[in-house]
T-cell receptor, first 116, second 107 residues
């Protein structure tokens, strides 16, 4: 089974621009979660989508948004980029069926975003 | 709300030493608990998990026991190898992660 894929792997943007990151989950998985990883803040949860609906949301400003398509692929968008948005953005997929947070998550390799 | 506290790193050990990485949590109910590992340049991968109190998760020589009375899920390994060098994350309900503990094993 193919793993979680994320594109692009590396991205360089300037302040004020917007960016869209893509995630393809493992086949059959209906839940996709996004995380921001930085040296100072560790791994922080952005949001989770399940069957095209946002099921959980972390504590990030509205500049961060996402969506999920009918084939479970997901995109994350960040508008009006700030220097502090530089991070590794990780996507994870799971079956999402337990609903109780007991599902194992399978992570992609991440997209490294640099904001200049 | 949910939170996870992990011991600060880096943890530096010699090969074959005993490893403990502490993890405590704050949550309502009986959350599932996880340990994930991140090797250099890679995404996270599941190491082990436990879904109810007193459960012991184990994998690749690593173990962790879900202790509800102490709200802890400490990771242990009896004899570490150089190949265990990585960052280890404790997680709660799969959505709340600790800050990560970097382990460096020296030959």
């Amino acid at each position: 089974k193919a793993g979680v894929t994320q594109t692009p792997r590396y991205l360089i943007k300037t302040r004020g621009q917007q960016v869209t990151l893509s995630c393809s989950p493992i086949s059959g998985h209906r839940s996709v979660s996004w995380y921001q990883q930085t040296p100072g803040q560790g791994l922080q949860f952005l949001f989770e989508y399940f069957s095209e609906t946002q099921r959980n949301k972390g504590n990030f400003p509205g500049r961060f948004s996402g969506r999920q398509f009918s084939n479970s692929r997901s995109e994350m968008n960040v508008s009006t980029l700030e220097l502090g948005d530089s991070a590794l953005y990780l996507c994870a997929s799971s079956s999402g069926t337990s609903g109780s947070g007991s599902d194992t998550q399978y992570f992609g390799p991440g997209t490294r975003l640099t904001v200049l | 709300g949910d939170s996870v506290t992990q011991m600060e790193g880096p943890v530096t050990l010699s090969e074959e030493a005993f490893l403990t990485i502490n993890c405590t949590y704050t949550a309502t109910g009986y959350p599932s608990l996880f340990w994930y590992v991140q090797y250099p340049g890679e995404g996270l991968q599941l190491l082990l998990k436990a879904t109810k109190a007193d459960d012991k998760g184990s994998n690749k020589g690593f173990e962790a026991t879900y202790r509800k009375e102490t709200t802890s899920f400490h990771l242990e390994k009896g004899s570490v190898q150089v190949s265990d060098s990585a960052v280890y994350f404790c997680a709660l309900r799969g959505l709340t992660f600790g800050s990560g503990t970097r382990l460096q094993v020296q030959p």
